[in-house]
């Protein structure tokens, strides 16, 4: 009898302790491949879904004015002077570093907090590549090293978040702003030799993407170039067509080894900066723009020439942010009442008034920046650290976090669609009120910084 009491005690226990792995393979959410029919995204159920997320901007491709560094020019000339004095290894390792701590696991785990189900990550060409005739970092083993990708995706998959891959910053630079790399510095589209070799290194870097995640259904989109020609866009119409045309060699490219994943093209200000997806017969694609006017009647403009455009495809707003006198409530409740899809720009950013700025969902206004002229390597590495974590000391969650949580579930306020001021009506009164206070401050800071890069010669 103690025998057999001895041997169920044995196997309850054996039980017990797998109990726990078995519920988590359970309760693992299960992600399965998206694609468009019409104008919506859909599962493979055939259930349609509105993506509703942010950007985790500064990840990738740091920007001055909201990343721990300094040079309004862009990230290109800190690499290169980090480079010089240290090697391409052991700047790839810093920046590593960078990665590892701007953006670790709670941050996936605070976004599926707020009800959001989509991730856009910003990635810069030499996260992947040592130079700009696409040298890949590889591992050990001799393999393209995808590692830090490889592990941005099972983090996704952990929170059930779907990630937008973005190449935020091409080689020979997609546009002429400093969020690409370094301003004034556009040569991807010449028609030149050296911009036919830019264009090849990125039809590689694409190709080499989609033939490693072909078969990951995390992946919601490639994102192909963030804001190309910039304004450019709409004025150049020689530009644009190699533009047009380079997306097509693009979509080609991918679509040779990925038939699954949808791709996404920036029409980025409105719909006729993009060809329509009859004139080189796309299928399975999204078009995207970037908001970033100053009222709320513009932003009902856009949102008319999108459904005037009648491109038969899903829309989807990359990046906005309600300037000036536009409202978040107005913004919010327009981008869901119409069914298109979104990402705030941006999670978390580092400033003077960041911790209170409508721009992130996390701030710090007193994080140190880095010297990369003098700072010594492990004073780099410091700073570049774990001071930088969301859950450390110097982050705090802003008021338009709390905000945003009223909207990420799809809820339209009707009263917000017939406003037209700064004041938001959703939420209680001390929310309107701190989200009020913290928007002036930011057109404060905004202007600041828009200063500061006239006078460097930076802002176009």
């Not at 029409?267 to 299928?283: C, H, K, L, R, T």
Request: hydrophobic share 40%.
């Amino acid at each position: 009898m103690k025998k057999a009491i001895s041997v169920c005690l044995a196997v309850f226990i054996l039980a017990a302790s797998l109990l726990p792995t078995a519920f988590a393979a359970q309760t693992q959410p299960q992600m399965a491949f998206l694609h468009t029919e019409g104008e919506q995204i859909m599962r493979e159920s055939g259930e349609p879904i509105v993506l509703r997320g942010t950007n985790f901007g500064g990840w990738g491709i740091l920007e001055d004015w909201f990343c721990p560094f300094t040079e309004p020019s862009g990230l290109e000339n800190i690499y290169q002077t980090l480079v010089s004095r240290f090697g391409a290894d052991a700047t790839h390792a810093l920046f590593q570093n960078y990665r590892r701590n701007w953006i670790t696991e709670i941050d996936y785990r605070n976004v599926a907090d707020m009800g959001m189900n989509v991730i856009r990550l910003p990635i810069w060409y030499r996260n992947l590549q040592r130079d700009d005739d696409g040298t890949w970092y590889r591992d050990e083993a001799g393999n393209i090293d995808f590692s830090e990708l490889d592990t941005v995706v099972s983090l996704c998959r952990k929170y059930g978040l779907y990630l937008i891959l973005d190449l935020h910053g091409l080689p020979g630079y997609q546009n002429d702003y400093d969020h690409c790399g370094k301003s004034k510095s556009m040569s991807l589209f010449d028609d030149t030799p050296q911009g036919a070799r830019y264009r090849e290194v990125t039809l590689d870097l694409w190709t080499q993407l989609a033939a490693h995640y072909a078969d990951e259904p995390v992946i919601a989109m490639y994102d192909l170039m963030n804001e190309p020609l910039g304004t450019n866009i709409t004025r150049d119409k020689s530009l644009k067509q190699n533009f047009w045309d380079f997306s097509d060699a693009l979509y080609r490219a991918i679509r040779a080894v990925d038939s699954r994943h949808i791709i996404t093209m920036e029409a980025i200000w409105d719909p006729s900066a993009m060809a329509a997806p009859s004139v080189y017969g796309w299928e399975n694609v999204v078009y995207q723009e970037h908001w970033y006017d100053v009222s709320n009647p513009s932003y009902l403009h856009k949102a008319n020439e999108i459904r005037a455009a009648k491109y038969g495809v899903p829309f989807y707003i990359g990046e906005f942010y309600p300037r000036v006198i536009s409202s978040f409530d107005y913004i919010l409740s327009l981008l869901n009442h119409r069914g298109l899809h979104w990402t705030t720009w941006t999670y978390k950013g580092a400033g003077p008034g960041a911790d209170n700025s409508p721009w992130f969902l996390y701030g710090a206004s007193e994080l140190e920046k880095i010297d990369a002229e003098n700072d010594s390597y492990e004073t780099l590495m410091h700073k570049w650290g774990e001071v930088l974590r969301t859950d450390g000391d110097a982050f705090r969650r802003t008021a338009f976090a709390d905000y945003l949580r009223h909207f990420t579930d799809g809820t339209v306020d009707r009263t917000s669609l017939y406003s037209f001021g700064l004041v938001c009506s959703v939420g209680t009164r001390a929310q309107r009120r701190a989200l009020t206070q913290d928007k002036l401050h930011a057109i404060y800071t905004t202007i600041f910084d828009w200063i500061r890069k006239l006078r460097t010669g930076d802002l176009l």
